[in-house]
């Protein structure tokens, strides 16, 4: 059989293997380990994007981890996830989850199933913290288990996408 056709083949066996997911990480994330560790812990981003990794491969998907400081960079991956091959978009927006209508415009405007994630409960937290503006624009959210939510989140949107939800 043609290598073409054989790669189609094992791709239609084991439709996972086609999955990328694109992680991306906001404002401040860089820096957890350090930041607040009573708040988000003390794992590192760097040691949360080995294990997503780890997790993805045993499922037979690919993760491609990203973080940034600058809005616009967000939202140019989240704007370009579909045409760049992903299948669906994790997403930590930091402290832009309660004030960005742009990233809102961003999630909405991809076809991709986006998960809204956080380490901390936002929810438990200050005030200000409470509202998200991204939330309806994503398919869920998981929040408040620390570096775990990144995990649980790949693990949800994985799920869906093999058609193994519950
Ligand atoms: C966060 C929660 C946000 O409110 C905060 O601004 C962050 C981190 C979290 O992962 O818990 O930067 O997104």
Redesign the pocket.
């Given at each position: 059989m043609a290598p073409r056709a054989k790669a189609a083949k094992t791709a239609r066996k084991s439709p996972a293997r086609a999955l990328r997911i694109l992680v991306v990480?906001?404002?401040?994330?860089n820096r957890l380990g350090k930041?607040e560790p009573h708040?988000?812990g003390s794992t590192t981003l760097s040691q949360i994007h080995t294990e997503l990794a780890k997790r993805a491969a045993e499922r037979g998907a690919a993760v491609d981890c990203r973080q940034s400081n600058h809005e616009g960079d967000l939202i140019d991956w989240i704007g370009a996830a579909e045409d760049d091959g992903f299948s669906a978009i994790l997403l930590?927006?930091?402290?832009?989850?309660?004030t960005s209508y742009a990233l809102y415009d961003a999630v909405k405007g991809s076809s991709l199933p986006t998960v809204e994630?956080?380490?901390?409960?936002?929810d438990a937290?200050?005030e200000f913290?409470r509202e998200s503006k991204i939330a309806p624009a994503c398919l869920g959210r998981i929040?408040?288990f620390g570096a775990a939510?990144y995990g649980l989140a790949l693990r949800a949107v994985l799920d869906r996408l093999l058609g193994e939800s519950s």
């Open positions: 990480s906001g404002p401040n994330l930041r708040i988000y930590n927006p930091g402290a832009f989850t309660h994630l956080h380490l901390s409960n936002p937290r200050e913290r929040a408040g939510s």
